[in-house]
């Protein structure tokens, strides 16, 4: 075996073998939340900041998991591997799940006066710029970069640390399933590259580019939200997010080892198991039905 490109010869041919954990199985689940009218406007820890971020992220998911199920699907014809095949079927079934659920999350946060319309307007315009002038090899590796962004986040962000419990208990589960299912699926779309032989050079110069893009457009729509919301000037929203995602608990910063990661030969999503996390997250935020 090769490690550096995890491959075996068989038959003469270099065949590609997934790190995810033998059997391990993303699971499509139809959950029904309902965000009641009295959710308060800052659910996040009564916090503009914190609440916003997560609001401009919510914001870019409709566009961008149609644009990450279209890259993944363009290839599924060329995957052989049963159980690879099998998790395609769930990777697509959970992220229309999911643009489903934030479309409709997203339109309770534009009654209460959230401007997330124009973000979402903006992000489908560069879904559609990136479908036209991007080779469909670089869409699939765009794709692989933002899935390793979400897991990071979902693993070190909402399921190891406090986040969900400072949440308005009518939208913390929205968040969990979610998190939860970004790290079930998070290896899908590197393993369908891999197994069609995506370069090397394509995967680490694109994370390269959205390593640039994904923040400075995630801080510009912050940004932009504040001022539409009149909290620019709220210095102790600014201090208070800034401090929780960089100095204690640091989420971000204890994120700079794992994006690092990414960059070796021998990365795989699944070098960072985390499946006790996701059991103990299931079994916390997901009703019995939804966990398996």
Not at 59 to 86: M, T, W
Not at 118 to 134: G, S
Not at 151 to 164: G, P, R, S, V
Not at 212 to 231: I, N
């Amino acid at each position: 075996m090769n490690m550096a490109t995890n491959t075996v010869k068989a038959a003469g041919k270099k065949v590609y073998r997934s790190l995810t954990p033998k059997g391990f199985q993303p699971v499509v689940r139809s959950p029904d939340f309902e965000l009641s009218e009295d959710l308060p406007k800052y659910w996040w820890d009564n916090d503009p900041a914190k609440t916003l971020l997560l609001a401009a992220l919510s914001a870019s998911f409709p566009p961008g998991e149609r644009f990450f199920i279209d890259s993944v699907r363009y290839y599924q014809d060329q995957i052989s591997d049963p159980e690879l095949q099998q998790s395609i079927r769930a990777f697509i079934g959970q992220e229309a799940h999911h643009s489903k659920e934030h479309k409709l999350m997203n339109g309770c946060l534009e009654e209460k006066g959230v401007g997330l319309a124009r973000i979402e307007r903006e992000i489908q315009w560069f879904m559609d710029w990136m479908r036209k002038n991007l080779s469909p090899e670089r869409q699939l590796a765009h794709t692989v970069a933002v899935e390793h962004f979400t897991a990071m986040m979902a693993e070190e962000f909402l399921l190891k640390f406090d986040a969900l419990e400072e949440m308005d208990p009518r939208i913390a589960p929205v968040w969990a399933w979610h998190a939860i299912e970004e790290s079930e699926h998070k290896a899908v779309a590197f393993d369908v590259y891999r197994s069609v032989g995506g370069s090397e050079f394509v995967r680490v110069t694109e994370m390269m580019y959205v390593s640039v893009m994904f923040p400075f457009y995630t801080s510009l729509h912050l940004v932009q939200l504040m001022r539409e919301e009149g909290e620019l000037a709220n210095l102790k929203s600014w201090a208070a997010a800034l401090k929780y995602m960089w100095v204690k608990p640091g989420i971000f910063r204890k994120m700079i080892p794992s994006y690092l990661r990414y960059y070796s030969p021998n990365f795989h999503p699944w070098n960072n198991d985390v499946r006790h996390l996701l059991d103990k997250a299931k079994k916390r935020w997901l009703p019995a039905s939804l966990r398996d």
